[in-house]
């Protein structure tokens, strides 16, 4: 029970900087709403009911953060080895590609296979796009953030074109693949709602990668790394490897994001699969202060704006921008409040746990 009591004394000032941020940036979005002649405590009341407390809207919520909270992990793995997942959009669209080509080439075997096959394809085609960026990093030292970003264009255009090609649906009005297989969607978990499966993988991936992080040498190596790669590589670990599974993970658990897109909501490949969640991602990751939890919590948060978004704007007269302005002031407060309230990592201890002069 102490040592319980402990943890929670320990993580309770990690969440300050962030719950200051979001509550600032609710303020001055507020303060915009009352510029523009809005009411904004109708606005927020109207936004946050729709997307919390209503069945449809709830669902409509977890919907949006199933592609949100993988992605996240993504970047948040990656950002603990020391790297800059720049391309989590990208890789969104080749996970949705591996997904489709699963759903639509493999036909006649029932959903209990045919669901993780599809995601595993999700799951490798995202996961070799973060691989190739990791291993340019690792062993030719280019820049993952110029690597990663730049993918995102090869990505993007390599989707359009086999959806206006090899991948078109029959007389299809708009570049978009035919519906994949019935076995190979994601069942809905809220009946009457757009609420699948997605969520239960992303919840279940989250929950895998606290595991891997705090309770395996995999997340000991990927801090060392991250804190200081030179006395990680002088205690015996292979920064290279490090990176690149880093990346390559990074970039699956985005794939994934993308598979849940086409194999739980859209059933199709479509030229546009996601509206920006690889770079809302990057918010995400970097508000949660490296916890897999402040990642649940915070997509969870990003969802509910997007999700009730529409409803404040119907209700309230807000327009839907204002929600795309609260999450950039959020992420800007938060720089500012690590700035202020946050003091600096001692690097030292990194660097004495992995000395050989401490092993005996």
């Not at 989707?159 to 991948?167: A, E």
Request: hydrophobic content about 55%; overall charge positive.
């Amino acid at each position: 029970m102490r040592q319980i009591f402990r943890q929670i004394l320990v993580i309770i000032p990690s969440l300050l900087p962030p719950v200051v941020a979001i509550a600032s940036a609710l303020l001055v979005g507020a303060g915009l709403m009352l510029v523009a002649g809005a009411n904004p405590i109708a606005a927020y009341t109207a936004l946050f009911q729709e997307s919390l407390s209503t069945y449809f809207g709830f669902g409509n919520t977890l919907t949006k953060m199933a592609p949100l909270l993988l992605t996240s992990l993504g970047v948040l793995v990656a950002l603990r080895a020391g790297q800059f997942n720049i391309g989590g959009e990208g890789q969104i669209y080749m996970g949705a590609l591996g997904s489709a080509i699963a759903g639509l080439s493999i036909k006649g075997i029932p959903a209990l296979i045919h669901v993780p096959l599809a995601l595993l394809a999700g799951f490798l085609f995202g996961g070799i796009w973060g691989l190739i960026p990791g291993y340019l990093k690792a062993v030719r030292g280019v820049n993952e953030v110029i690597t990663t970003l730049l993918l995102n264009y090869i990505a993007f255009n390599l989707v359009s074109y086999l959806v206006q090609g090899p991948l078109m649906a029959p007389n299809a009005p708009s570049p978009y693949s035919s519906i994949i297989a019935r076995s190979a969607q994601l069942p809905i978990i809220l009946s009457g709602s757009l609420a699948h499966a997605g969520i239960l993988v992303g919840l279940v991936a989250a929950g895998v990668l606290w595991v891997l992080l705090q309770r395996s040498p995999f997340g000991y190596r990927t801090a060392a790394v991250g804190m200081n790669p030179i006395a990680a590589r002088y205690g015996g670990i292979s920064v290279q490897r490090t990176i690149m599974l880093v990346m390559g993970l990074a970039g699956g658990l985005a794939g994934l994001a993308g598979a849940s897109e086409v194999m739980g909501l859209k059933f199709r490949l479509f030229e546009q699969v996601s509206p920006g969640y690889g770079f809302d991602a990057i918010a995400i990751a970097f508000l949660s202060r490296g916890s897999v939890l402040g990642v649940v919590l915070t997509s969870l948060f990003f969802s509910a704006l997007r999700s009730g978004a529409n409803v404040m704007q119907r209700s309230a007269g807000v327009p839907v921008t204002i929600v795309f302005a609260i999450q950039g002031l959020t992420v800007l407060f938060v720089a500012i409040s690590q700035r202020w309230l946050v003091k600096p990592p001692q690097r030292e201890s990194i660097v004495q746990k992995v000395s050989p002069a401490n092993e005996s």
